[in-house]
């Protein structure tokens, strides 16, 4: 149904707003939340696994540890954020995450990272599904992939502009009297409190109590929000939503589940172990990097990934979203991870592993505007958070495994080549899943065009 000129001017404006007002802010969430995760992973080569004498294995334990944590509580941290609201919930979960990151400034033991770092995932635990929630709960599903795409450019830039950071935080070595990984530690950490005290005055739960809308752009999107739901809803008796259950026994939430697996599994081998890589570019190749120069290699593959990752949502708006543009990075990234071996230079394998970062990043928005499609109220809340799971698995079983893998054979061969396998399982299970018709987008009030199934 074409809409008529007043309501495709509304719904131009207030789409805009929303990208404006909300999409920077949350995005710059995830940029501290994501940094905080990672930064493990530059302060490892550069002073922390010598000063705790951390193995590859031991360091892949506290790297993956901290989806335990997440894993414990991600499911009921979904479901008080649908209760309590957005604002409150990813607020609290900030302040309590910035304080648990401020801690590792003064660990002092192998046991200590493992506590600290479970810890973290505790109190990190349901922020991503959460924003995920959240930003699906403010357009409608037309709109999804460019937001969504828009809020993960803030995963890439995190290494282009946080390794940078990282480097040179770690360089300020002796301020107050603390080793350059715990003075990165300290101020890596302070953003993160400061983020979520803000939250809670700036955040708005839903569309309705926005008073930077006018009042037609709020009915607009109050209106389209509300039919998209029922449709949804009256869909599909067999996969009405409307309770946790629902959620916990439809097939295509777990299908989706262990397609995220995929990525996630070689998104985190990739974060954690990149650094780590980069540091034995020196015995590998005779080379020496300080400690800026191996910042600002391992953000070299990052800042590609944005651009793709901005072009790719664009493209899968504008045309409709198809399961290649899921599919067909997953395909890229696990050909690509293990060929990067077999470079001969620093610059030929960090050119590859480019190529994976962009394959692994296009692909993470347009699959999240997936789920949203077929779930809907607290449904929608279990199953994000059920599918986010997923990837917390994931991160847990790359970090660690990929660590013992190396221990274990002394090199990154075979742990890589499981990075491309699951990447690959990822790929063939999207293809399964849209044969079987189970990623169509459902119909709307008000659409400017016709809706595309991901086929």
């Known amino acids: 149904m074409v809409a008529d000129a007043p309501s495709a001017a509304v719904e131009r404006t207030a789409i805009k707003k929303v990208s404006v007002r909300l999409v920077p802010f949350v995005a710059l969430m995830f940029f501290v939340n994501y940094l905080d995760r990672t930064a493990v992973s ?89 924003a995920i929630l959240f930003l699906s709960q403010w357009v409608p599903s037309r709109h999804r992939t460019k937001i969504l795409g828009l809020f993960y450019l803030a995963q890439p830039l995190t290494t282009v502009l946080g390794a940078p950071l990282a480097g040179w935080l770690i360089g300020h070595h002796g301020l107050f009297g603390l080793e350059g990984w715990r003075v990165m530690f300290l101020f890596v950490s302070v953003p993160a409190i400061l983020l979520g005290v803000i939250a809670w005055f700036y955040l708005i739960d839903k569309p309705a109590d926005a008073k930077w809308l006018t009042p037609a752009e709020r009915d607009w999107l109050t209106d389209e929000l509300a039919a998209e739901n029922a449709q949804k809803t009256g869909h ?7 309770d946790l259950k629902k959620a916990f026994t439809n097939g295509r939430v777990w299908v989706l589940a262990m397609v995220y697996f995929g990525f996630v599994y070689g998104l985190y ?22 400690v800026m120069d191996k910042a600002w290699i391992t953000a070299i593959p990052y800042l590609p990934a944005a651009v793709v990752l901005f072009f790719w949502t664009r493209h899968a708006t504008k045309h409709g979203t198809r399961v290649w543009h899921v599919a067909g990075p997953a395909v890229v990234g696990g050909v690509t991870i293990p060929l990067a071996l077999y470079m001969g230079s620093p610059t030929a394998t960090v050119a ?31 199953g994000i958070a059920l599918i986010n799971t997923a990837g917390n698995v994931a991160g847990f079983a790359s970090s660690y495994i990929t660590g013992w893998l190396k221990d274990w054979t002394g090199a990154y061969y075979v742990p890589l080549y499981l990075v491309g396998f699951f990447m690959l399982l990822s790929a063939v299970l999207m293809i399964w899943l849209s044969a079987r018709g189970g990623t169509a987008e459902p119909a709307t009030a008000a659409e400017n065009k016709p809706m595309e199934a991901l086929r």
């Open 352 to 382: 590859v592993i480019t190529v994976t970062a962009c394959s692994i990043f296009a692909a993470l928005p347009v699959f999240w505007s997936v789920p949203s499609r077929f779930l809907t109220g607290a449904a929608a809340a279990a």
């Open 42 to 130: 530059f302060a490892e080569p550069n002073g922390m696994g010598q000063d705790l004498a951390l193995t590859a294995a031991q360091f892949g334990f506290a790297s993956g540890i901290f989806f335990l944590g997440y894993i414990v509580l991600e499911v009921p941290s979904n479901m008080a954020l649908h209760r309590f609201g957005a604002r409150r919930w990813l607020a609290r979960i900030m302040v309590t995450w910035g304080i648990v990151s401020l801690l590792f400034t003064w660990v002092d033991s192998t046991g200590q990272l493992y506590t600290l770092r479970f810890l973290l995932g505790v109190a990190e635990a349901g922020f991503f599904p959460g």
């Open 269 to 290: 081998a990739l974060a954690f172990f990149l650094p780590t890589i980069i540091d034995g570019f020196q015995e590998q190749y005779d080379t020496t990097f300080s």
């Open 236 to 242: 599909d008796d067999k996969h009405a939503k409307g």
